[in-house]
């Protein structure tokens, strides 16, 4: 009963959203309402009793794919007065395509049929004993390891062509070598010397600072090239 | 009364409710605490006093924060997103408290012990990303964009190793639940055999959680307070008390997969007096001291070192060591056959 109810309505926020994603002006508002049928989705598979797959469905696509999504279409500076128009000029192309793509679903549909075992399996999705997780991994590590490594290298294929369209090692861009950072050693870049108060003052005049204009000529001497801010002196080698 | 809470619809729902509070209550007043905790302990490690003011020892400081913070105008931007600016927030404070329902803080004190709880958990912290691109997009300001940009950036980077970490701990517990994993460590805390993997977990919550030294999001110094530069009142404290339960959560995580979770530190008599939800909530308050000496002692990374350290250090190196862990497991027969 509580299931049922749950089901009907995780099932029509599911459809609901989805409309949205096609029908909503504004392409960020679309990219949560496909997070929000991601999860509905995610949700039904709970109900079914597909536990793992519920949780790899919010993981993958919720949490990477779509925050990708997201971050791109965010980015995009979509003008929607130029959207409009291009409804306008293109409609009879897309009603062609979206005609074309629903008489073959529709065709596909008309031509489904069940096989006769699988009334059975519906209801029991779980082999009994063993937890979700486990009958996966068994089926898609022995049956299927071919298949599954396949796809695993198909993928692979995909996201070394993507780096390598996408690198370029511009000749222009400067680099951190962080390790002859690291490295790096007190003794080779920081030199402690011992100077005695005032030397290597004499091109300033035997002064640490710049003279200061003096009221008494007679007292400028014995002043200021001793003071205890004769560490500065350092600054002239 | 055990009949009713069991085995009739609204007492299973009523008893998942009860449990819910006597969770999130104390969890509340820890993250409360937390903050003043925080406060307390970068003073002292900066000679300072601290809050000291308000009750003893300053004991209500938390209290009295929280009340201003209600007390104040929560002002919405004219240019935002109104609904989705007030929802970034929320979701950022519900997702916090939503992974707890199968943490298990004693041996079967969890809400929910479900089969795959380490990927509940891990689904629900890679959500949290969420709140904050919604609240960086819904403000419609630069600084806050650019707080979101580097918060999903990051977040999604480190997630990907902690992905491999969890994934090396489950080969040794042949399990996805928590209390299995809790369980498998009776003999030793996954602490010490995976150390590695350990340290680029912590760092990796760091990341996760958004802190220093990996404060990138809200680098006050450079983009003013990052994506939450537009909130006032509630909707900055609900931010607030997000990351900080988000913190507890992590250090929660840490203590379950490497820390042995509510287990005694040896199954021996004067030990094994002291409930397990004590060593527990003890566990939890070592990791969180971590996070905060951290916090006073490292200086921000750049953005291009968190990136680098990410992808191009901690990646591999937990690859390997997955690869690494896989074969000694297969190698001595120490594979536990679930």
Known sequence: MITAILFYLFAAILLGSAAMVVGSRNPVHSVLFLILAFFNAAALFLIAGAEFLAMI??????????????????????????LRKGVQRYWIAGATVGAVLFAELAAV???????????????????????????????????????????????MVAMIGAIVLTLRDRKTSRHQNIRTQTERSV?????????????????SGGYLRPKEPEPEPADAHGGHGHDDHGGHGHGHH | MYDFFHNTDTGIVLLTFIEALALLVPLLIGVAYLTYAERKVLAAMQLRKGPNVVGPFGLAQPFADALKMLMKETIIPSGSNRLLFLMGPMLTFMLAMLAWAVIPVNDGWAIADI??????????????????????WASNSKYAFLGALRSAAQMVS????????????????????????????????FCLPLFPMFVVFFISTLAETNRSPFDLPEGE????????????????????????????????????LFLGGWLAPFNMEPFTWIPGVV????????????????????????????????????????????????????????????
Request: net charge neutral; glycine share 8%; charged share 10%.
């Open chain 2, 221 to 256: 110094s450079e983009i003013v307070a990052g994506f939450f530069v537009e909130y006032s009142s509630m909707s900055f404290a609900l931010f607030f008390l997000g990351e900080y339960a988000n913190m507890i959560l992590m250090s929660a995580l840490t203590t379950i």
């Open chain 2, 158 to 189: 480190y997630e990907v190793s902690m992905g491999f970490v969890l994934v090396t701990v489950l080969l040794c517990v042949g399990s996805l639940n928590l209390t299995a994993i809790v369980k498998a460590q009776q003999t030793v805390w």
């Open chain 2, 115 to 136: 089969n795959v709880g380490i990927l509940y958990l891990f689904a629900i912290s890679s959500l949290g990303v969420y709140g904050i691109i919604i609240a960086g």
């Open chain 1, 109 to 155: 549909l008309g031509g489904w049929k069940l096989a006769p075992s699988a009334g059975q399996l519906r209801m029991s999705p779980v082999p009994s004993g063993v937890s979700n997780t486990v009958a996966l991994g068994r089926i898609l590590y022995t049956d299927y390891v071919f298949l599954f490594q396949t796809a695993g290298l198909i993928l």
């Open chain 1, 187 to 203: 003794s080779e870049t920081l030199q402690m010397m011992s100077l005695s108060i005032g030397a290597g003052t004499t091109a």
């Open chain 2, 279 to 338: 060593w527990f909530v003890l566990k939890i308050c070592v990791v969180l001291f971590f996070f905060l000496w951290t916090r006073a002692t490292f200086p921000r990374y750049r953005y291009d070192q968190l990136m680098r350290l990410g992808w191009k250090v901690f990646l591999p190196l937990s690859l390997v060591w997955l690869v690494l862990t896989a074969g000694v497991l297969m190698a001595f027969g120490w594979l536990p056959n679930a």
């Open chain 1, 57 to 82: 469905l919010v993981i993958v696509y919720v949490g990477a794919v779509a925050v990708l999504f997201l971050f791109v279409v965010m980015m995009l500076d979509v003008d929607f007065e130029d």
